[in-house]
């Protein structure tokens, strides 16, 4: 009997020793992260913490594909910081577990596959705007509170935190030419820390901040009104962040099948990723969704099974429990040089060098889908946007695709063969290509090259029939496909057209078959 999960899977020769050290160095990569993204958004650093434990667990265990590493991604995070800022962190618990309903019933009804319908100009702009909120977000940690208003460190203060800062930079970038035993943005804020500590540095901490000092993540119900106003204020993050964890959890699922050569389930992964998210909504958690830095992280480590993921949600657990003194001492700016490192890694610098041989079209929906997210944060709208954008385009292009090839045959009998798409953007110049004043007693449409696709279709072939009626003329439709046909048949009510039956998809050659 196969197993349920591929950790208890003997089939599958796992390298035991491989999955633990990967766990753990996935698990050092997440903690800075986590504590980043929660503290950029106004969580207690806490909460970021227990996102990542819970995030990790439930999805290593219960996700669509081994060596898929998710918790507090930055993605989801940015979701919530005006939700934050408008109600507080209580409706941002409400708004994570609605999110986990919408993901478990995307899930349950297996759409997963649509992610495929995102265009890669709208996630090439996703991408880079999300980099660039990520960087921008990261000046608010050289500011300082004085007197109840946020200001500008100045001074000292000011030269401290930036040059601790370009420290975790450049050690973030060249550690790996040393050594890539240790993950880079690990070595950084151990040394980082270690040179604040050795010499008795004066600089913001994560204590200043505030306190993660915890123990297991405590039961709690969201404290807001259980009334539809409430419902009003979380539905729409909610919605959007279901939709952005969606669309960067799968599409980072997609990345993982290529890498490994093997095929994940996406709506699998969808549950789990809904699964998780109500746990961190009723358990303090910030939520959150597969990340593609620790993935990569993960299988460039060499794992391939889920008990890497399973390794590292237990150490971060751990870490809560017992190593909170630490962490609480670690300087601000080695974690804010972890992020600005993290945005540039982000950022698809590849969309710009191609972009003199992307379509002009293209080019405007990745800077499009990117300003709004810079400027907006909201990321589901911004990728909605690029979707419909991208659609109207390909609607404009297939539009002008639409032809006739007119002819008479021996019966007398004027032929428009169709080629194209029938939709609501080629409706026009389908319309345009009849002559009906012109044209003979019998008119015969053509559709083997074509499809009726929509209403708007149906509604413009109910226009053309009745124009040839006014005129007392008869038109007959052939070569359709059955699925034409059923939408044709379920629009009688506002159209009235004779289907000539042709199965073998030969020529009409007399007059009696039209009149069939």
Known sequence: MKATFNLFDFSQRVNYKTEILAGLTVAMTMIPESLSFAILAGFPPLVGLYGAFI?????????????????????????????????????????????????????????????????????????????????????????????????????????????????????????????????????????????????????????????????????????????????????????IMAAVGLTEGLLTLNLVDEITVTKGNSNRECVAQGSANILNGFFMGMGGCPMIAQTLVNLSAGSRARLSGIVAALTILVIILFGAPVIELLPMAALTGVMIMVAIGTFEWASFRILKRMPKSDVFVMLAVMLITVLLHNLALAVLIGVIISALVFAWDNAKRIRARKYVDEDGAKHYEISGPLFFGSVTGFSEKFDVMGDPQNIIIDLTESR???????????????????????????????DCIALLRNAEAIIDINIITDPTYKVATDKKSLGE
């Open 55 to 239: 995030m990790g667990l439930v999805t290593a265990i219960f996700g669509g594909r081994p060596g898929l590493i998710s918790g507090g991604a930055g993605a989801t995070v940015i979701v919530l910081i005006a939700l934050m800022k408008s109600h507080g962190i209580e409706y941002v618990f409400g708004a994570i577990a609605l999110a986990g309903v919408i993901q478990i019933m995307v899930g349950l009804l297996k759409l997963g596959k649509f992610i495929r319908l995102v265009p890669q100009p709208v996630m090439f702009g996703f991408v880079n705007g999300l980099a660039v909120v990520i960087f921008m977000s990261q000046f608010e940690q050289f500011k300082t509170i004085v007197n109840g208003e946020t200001e500008w460190l100045t001074g000292t203060p000011m030269l401290i935190m930036s040059g601790l800062t370009l420290l975790t930079i450049s050690i973030v970038r060249f550690f790996p030419k040393i050594s890539k035993a240790v993950p880079a943005s690990l070595a950084a804020i151990i040394i980082v820390f270690g040179v604040v500590l050795f010499l008795d540095i004066d600089t913001k901490q994560v204590k200043d901040i505030a306190s993660i000092s915890g123990s297991l993540p405590p039961f709690h119900i969201p404290d807001f009104p259980l009334n539809w106003e409430t419902f009003q204020i979380i539905f729409p993050f909610g919605v």
């Open 452 to 482: 009726v696709v929509d209403m708007s279709a149906i509604e413009a072939l109910n226009a053309v029939t009745r124009r040839y009626h006014k005129a007392g003329k008869t038109v007959y439709l052939r070569h359709l496909s059955p």
